[in-house]
């Protein structure tokens, strides 16, 4: 359906006109940096360019006070003694004759933007804009924020097109305060922000940033802040955020729209934010939202003063946005201890509002004690506080090359084998005709009985041939449909085939009456996870058995709290989700599991259906395997006690070995962590795994 870019050469126009050491990082060239960067990788060319309107006084009115907009525009004749004197009234502010003109072209193109969106004109997009928004207030600019944007965007969804539940992901390296402000009694937009806090002693420095701020009246629950309290943290922290934070309480709350304050000084590199996580952490964090409010995902930018890293950022937002797969993601995927207490911390404050978090634990967490004391401000850190990791910044490598995006995205293909299943697929997605050589595939076939007939063959081969493109580079993604009987010995042969083709990681997501393949290595190369009968089992790290959940909640917190943890700390080259006989999914369950798959494989996601699978299913799969959003699971219903417990027991299991699943801080689930082998109770112990 496509994605908007909406920008005016206008909003260059505004820049500090005197010296301010804290204001100057904000600047015209934050705008073409970014746009340049769009340019040359191909990513502008690809969306709908749409030219940024002045949005209305009545506009502005929505959230800002008359006096408030009345000083603003009239700041358009001051001279700059006087623009100095006022802008010296407000923390981290300048204003500029062009100062009004900007910010209201700034919230002309979110407007715009959200518009075009809501009337279905393109799915998503990104708003690149001039002064930034969300520290501006009612009745103030703040934080080189002089209109809030994205907070009169979330009004105008609201009054202009009816909507009742708006997510607003504010993923700038500072607290929105001003758009708190405005929403915090406001049970339809739920606000997000994580920030660096460091206790308090960071900008904008307010008790209300912390954790414990969760909203007040019929609005409590409905602002979430995640404070970071050390400085360095990276791609593993941002992600561990939005699974074990952000995402469950999403999903609970079902929006219809999701805004983001698509700040990037929470980027490495930037000076601000001093975070490590990569370009391409913003790639999977979007990916992420997009699974949500049906993928109508409206960007908006905010900060980010690292030019290259601003621009870098902005170009995997976009690449995203346009349905490409997310780049793999560099570094160890571990959460550093500050990280978790942070995660934990906000659970135990929102819990008492979300289901979705009840099925933590949540005992509270000593964390450092708390620095605020009644007087105000903490005592300033000294240089070099904490830092989350002392990863050595790879910052300059990483920013040597001119252009860091892999080539141009290579096409799904669907391999089916039913000839009667006729597809209504995207039109750039091809129906695969190839198939392996006969010798080659009934070499393969050879050692299972359930190959020997023709079908299973056909279907043999195309999945070989499938394979080797995928594992080559020629294809992104694909679908082999096979006959019921003959599902398991083709997943079988598809993992020999993948190991024998190089592959170092595999993940192998199987649902319903699957058996592990009985000579699988075990050398870690390959990661078994079978969704399925009733146990819970983890045979070793390499092997775990759960439950299928009956219920939503726990269907989610199954994705969520296992599946991608486990997944994106696998990091495998390759996924194979095989929906195995009984696997008992519906068509948005299966989409869902399946579209989020392809965040920790760079998109490399191969899906084994039945034959005898519903055209719809092939269809849904074959849309968000190309990058369309996952259609939505409808409301929200909570985990089954049983599944709960299930999930509680493999993650307290798995949690030593596998870090991206920690929500608990170590000393708190060490009670949790049982051995390996026979100490395993056996009512837990999946039927048929060995
Ligand atoms: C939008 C934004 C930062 C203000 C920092 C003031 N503002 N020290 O990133
Ligand atoms: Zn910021």
Redesign the pocket.
């Known amino acids: 359906m496509g994605t908007a870019l909406v920008y005016h050469e206008d909003m260059t126009a505004t820049r500090l006109l005197w010296d301010d050491p804290e204001c100057e990082i904000e600047r015209p060239e934050r705008l073409t940096a970014a746009l340049d960067r769009l340019r040359k990788c191909g990513l502008e060319q690809r969306c709908l360019r749409l030219s940024a309107r002045e949005a209305s006084e009545e506009e502005l009115g929505l959230v800002h006070s008359p006096e408030y907009v009345s000083l603003v525009r009239e700041t358009q004749v001051l001279g700059k003694e006087e623009l100095q004197a006022l802008s010296g009234q407000f923390d981290a502010i300048y204003f500029h004759p062009s100062t009004f003109h900007c910010a209201r072209l700034a919230v002309g193109a979110a407007l715009q933007l959200l518009d075009a969106v809501l009337t279905g004109e393109v799915q998503n997009g990104l708003a690149l804009v001039r002064p930034?928004g969300h520290h501006s207030q009612r009745a103030a600019a703040s934080?080189f924020c002089v209109f809030n944007n994205v907070a009169i965007a979330a009004a105008h969804a609201k009054q202009k097109h009816g909507l009742h539940r708006i997510l607003i992901v504010d993923w700038?390296?500072?607290h929105g305060q001003g758009t708190q402000y405005l929403f915090e009694d406001d049970p339809s937009v739920l606000y997000f922000s994580w920030h660096r806090y460091e206790h308090g002693r960071f900008w904008p420095f307010l008790r209300e940033s912390d954790a414990d701020a969760v909203g007040r009246g019929q609005g409590l629950g409905f602002t979430v802040n995640l404070p970071w309290n050390q400085v360095g943290m990276g791609n593993a922290d941002y992600v561990a955020a939005f699974l074990h934070l952000l995402l469950p309480l999403a999903f609970e709350f079902d929006p219809e729209l999701v805004l983001v304050s698509a700040?990037f000084?929470s980027a490495i590199g930037d000076p601000?934010g001093q975070m490590q996580a990569t370009p391409e952490c913003f790639a999977h964090l979007t990916q992420l939202l997009q699974v949500l409010a049906g993928g109508r995902v409206c960007a908006v930018l905010?900060?980010g003063y690292h030019l290259e890293s601003l621009a870098e950022s902005v170009c995997m937002t976009v690449q995203t946005l346009l349905g490409d797969p997310a780049p793999p993601l560099s570094g160890p995927m571990v959460p550093c201890q500050s990280a978790l207490e942070s995660i934990q911390s906000v659970c135990a404050a929102q819990a008492p509002h979300w289901k979705s978090l009840q099925l933590q634990d949540v005992t509270p967490v000593q964390t450092s004690p708390s620095t605020h004391s009644s007087e105000g401000r903490p005592p300033p850190l000294l240089p070099g506080g904490p830092v989350c990791k002392t990863a050595a910044s790879a910052l300059s490598s990483l920013f040597d090359q001119p252009c860091l995006h892999p080539a141009p995205p290579v096409c799904p293909a669907v391999a089916l084998t039913a000839p009667d299943i006729t597809l209504v697929l995207p039109p750039d997605v091809t129906q695969q005709e190839g198939s392996a050589l006969n010798e080659e595939t009934e070499a393969w076939a050879k050692p299972h009985e359930s190959l020997a007939q023709d079908e299973a063959l056909t279907a043999l081969g195309k999945l070989l041939y499938l394979l080797d493109g995928m594992l080559d580079g020629q294809v992104s993604s694909g679908i082999v449909a096979t006959p019921p009987s003959a599902a398991a010995a083709t997943l079988d042969v598809a993992i020999q085939r993948g190991l024998s083709h190089g592959a170092q990681r595999l993940l192998c997501v199987a649902l319903g009456q699957l058996d592990r393949p009985p000579d699988l290595v075990h050398d870690g190369r390959i990661l078994w996870l079978n969704i399925r009968g009733k146990e819970a089992a983890a045979l070793s790290m390499f092997q775990v058995s759960t439950p299928l959940p009956v219920l939503t909640g726990g269907f989610l917190s199954c994705i969520l709290g296992l599946v991608l943890p486990l997944a994106y700390g696998f990091q495998p080259e390759l996924v194979l989700v095989a929906l195995g006989p009984a696997h008992g999914l519906q068509g948005p369950h299966a989409a869902l599991l399946t579209s989020m798959l392809r965040g920790p494989a760079g998109g490399r996601v191969l899906a084994l259906l039945e034959e005898d699978s519903t055209p719809q299913l092939a269809g849904i799969l074959a849309r968000v395997l190309h990058g369309e959003a996952p259609p939505s699971l409808g409301p929200y219903s909570v985990a089954s006690p049983e599944d709960t417990q299930a999930l509680r027991y493999l993650r307290g299991q798995l949690e030593p070995q596998w870090k991206m699943l920690q929500v608990t801080s170590e000393a708190d689930c060490r009670g949790m962590a049982l051995p390996w082998g026979p100490a395993l109770p056996q009512s837990l112990v999946g039927r048929g795994v060995p």
């Open positions: 930034p934080g700038d390296v500072h700040g000084d601000e905010e900060g």
